[in-house]
C-alpha cells in the first residue's frame, strides 16, 4: 500500500481532513526547503506537494511564478529537488511527498530514469500539470512499476467522461482545481466546488483535494468541509516572499499552517 493510500485512509479512520501544503524546491534557496518541509509536518501537514521549478509554469500564478525563478536562479533543477527529497526522507519515513510540475524536466531526464531516480528518493506521488491522461501512457507503466501514483487535476469543466478516465488512471487522490485560473486567485466559489464534487463523487472512490484560492484558515475550514484535503499553496509561498529572513519565513508558514490545521480540526 502506498504511503498516500495509507494515509488517507488512517485520516478517514480519524474522522480528519487532509492538509496539503505546497512549496517551491529552492525557494528561496536550496537551503530553505529541507527545514521548511519538517516544520510544515510539525505544524499540521499530512502529506507534502512540492514544486519542481519550471522556467513556464503556465497553471501557476504570478506568486509561484516568482518562486520558481528565485530557485532556478540558485540551479535548482529536477536532479536537485529529487537530493532534497532524499535527504527529506532521512529523517521522515512517513509522509507522502508529491512532485508538482511540469513535463519538460521528466522529458528531459527520460522517464525511465525518472521513475527510478524519484522511487529511490523516496517520492509518493507524481502531479504533472500539462501531462493529460491521454499522452501519458509512456509514463504510467514506468510510475507503477516504481509504486508512485500518477496525480491528476480535475476542472470545474471537466466532464463526466473526463472524470471517469482520471478515476481509472489516478491513484492517491484527485486534485480538483477550484476555479477557472491559475493559482493564488481570490474568486474561489464555494456553492460551485461543492457542485462540482457531488458530482465527482459519483464517478470516483479516490480521495478528493481541493486548491487554488486557500488563503487562510476560514477558507480551509470551508473547503474541509466539502473535500477530503485542503490544498495551499500560495499563501504560504506569498510569506516566505515577503518574509525578511529564513526564520521569519518559517514562523510565517508555521503560523498559518497551524492555523488552518486547528480550523480543520475543529471542523471535524
Same mark, same amino acid.
Given at each position: 500500500?502506498?504511503?498516500?493510500?495509507?494515509?488517507?485512509?488512517?485520516?478517514?479512520?480519524?474522522?480528519?481532513?487532509?492538509?496539503?501544503?505546497?512549496?517551491?524546491?529552492? /525557494?528561496?534557496? +536550496? *537551503?530553505?526547503?529541507?527545514?521548511? #518541509?519538517?516544520? @510544515?509536518?510539525? !505544524?499540521?501537514? =499530512?502529506? $507534502?506537494? &512540492?514544486?519542481?521549478?519550471?522556467?513556464?509554469?503556465?497553471?501557476?500564478?504570478?506568486?509561484?511564478?516568482?518562486?520558481?525563478?528565485?530557485?532556478?536562479?540558485?540551479?535548482?533543477?529536477?536532479?536537485?529537488?529529487?537530493?532534497?527529497?532524499?535527504?527529506?526522507?532521512?529523517?521522515?519515513?512517513?509522509?507522502?511527498?508529491?512532485?508538482?510540475?511540469?513535463?519538460?524536466?521528466?522529458?528531459?531526464?527520460?522517464?525511465?530514469?525518472?521513475?527510478?531516480?524519484?522511487?529511490?528518493?523516496?517520492?509518493?506521488?507524481?502531479?504533472?500539470? /500539462?501531462?493529460? +491522461? *491521454?499522452?501519458?501512457?509512456?509514463? #504510467?507503466?514506468? @510510475?507503477?512499476? !516504481?509504486?508512485? =501514483?500518477? $496525480?491528476? &487535476?480535475?476542472?470545474?469543466?471537466?466532464?463526466?467522461?473526463?472524470?471517469?478516465?482520471?478515476?481509472?488512471?489516478?491513484?492517491?487522490?484527485?486534485?480538483?482545481?477550484?476555479?477557472?485560473?491559475?493559482?493564488?486567485?481570490?474568486?474561489?466559489?464555494?456553492?460551485?466546488?461543492?457542485?462540482?464534487?457531488?458530482?465527482?463523487?459519483?464517478?470516483?472512490?479516490?480521495?478528493?483535494?481541493?486548491?487554488?484560492?486557500?488563503?487562510?484558515?476560514?477558507?480551509?475550514?470551508?473547503?474541509?468541509?466539502?473535500?477530503?484535503?485542503?490544498?495551499?499553496?500560495?499563501?504560504?509561498?506569498?510569506?516566505?516572499?515577503?518574509?525578511?529572513?529564513?526564520?521569519? !519565513?518559517?514562523? =510565517?508558514?508555521?503560523? &498559518?499552517?497551524?492555523?488552518?490545521?486547528?480550523?480543520?480540526?475543529?471542523?471535524?
Amino acid at each position: 500500500m502506498s504511503r498516500l493510500k495509507a494515509k488517507f485512509e488512517a485520516l478517514k479512520q480519524m474522522r480528519r481532513k487532509a492538509l496539503i501544503p505546497f512549496i517551491t524546491a529552492g /525557494d528561496p534557496n +536550496p *537551503e530553505f526547503t529541507i527545514p521548511a #518541509l519538517h516544520a @510544515l509536518v510539525k !505544524a499540521g501537514a =499530512d502529506m $507534502i506537494e &512540492l514544486g519542481v521549478p519550471f522556467s513556464d509554469p503556465m497553471a501557476d500564478g504570478p506568486v509561484i511564478q516568482r518562486a520558481s525563478e528565485r530557485a532556478l536562479a540558485h540551479k535548482m533543477g529536477l536532479r536537485r529537488v529529487l537530493q532534497l527529497v532524499k535527504e527529506f526522507r532521512a529523517e521522515d519515513c512517513e509522509t507522502p511527498v508529491v512532485l508538482m510540475g511540469y513535463l519538460n524536466p521528466i522529458e528531459a531526464m527520460g522517464y525511465q530514469a525518472f521513475a527510478e531516480r524519484a522511487r529511490d528518493a523516496g517520492v509518493d506521488g507524481v502531479l504533472t500539470v /500539462d501531462l493529460p +491522461p *491521454e499522452e501519458s501512457s509512456d509514463l #504510467l507503466p514506468l @510510475l507503477e512499476e !516504481a509504486e508512485i =501514483d500518477p $496525480i491528476y &487535476l480535475l476542472a470545474p469543466n471537466s466532464t463526466g467522461e473526463r472524470i471517469r478516465r482520471m478515476d481509472r488512471l489516478g491513484c492517491g487522490y484527485l486534485y480538483y482545481v477550484s476555479l477557472k485560473g491559475v493559482t493564488g486567485a481570490s474568486h474561489l466559489d464555494l456553492d460551485d466546488v461543492r457542485r462540482k464534487l457531488s458530482e465527482i463523487r459519483k464517478l470516483t472512490d479516490l480521495p478528493i483535494g481541493v486548491g487554488f484560492g486557500v488563503k487562510n484558515a476560514e477558507l480551509a475550514a470551508a473547503v474541509g468541509k466539502l473535500a477530503d484535503a485542503v490544498v495551499v499553496g500560495s499563501a504560504l509561498v506569498e510569506r516566505i516572499e515577503a518574509a525578511r529572513s529564513a526564520d521569519q !519565513a518559517l514562523k =510565517d508558514i508555521v503560523d &498559518l499552517l497551524q492555523s488552518m490545521r486547528a480550523a480543520l480540526d475543529a471542523m471535524s
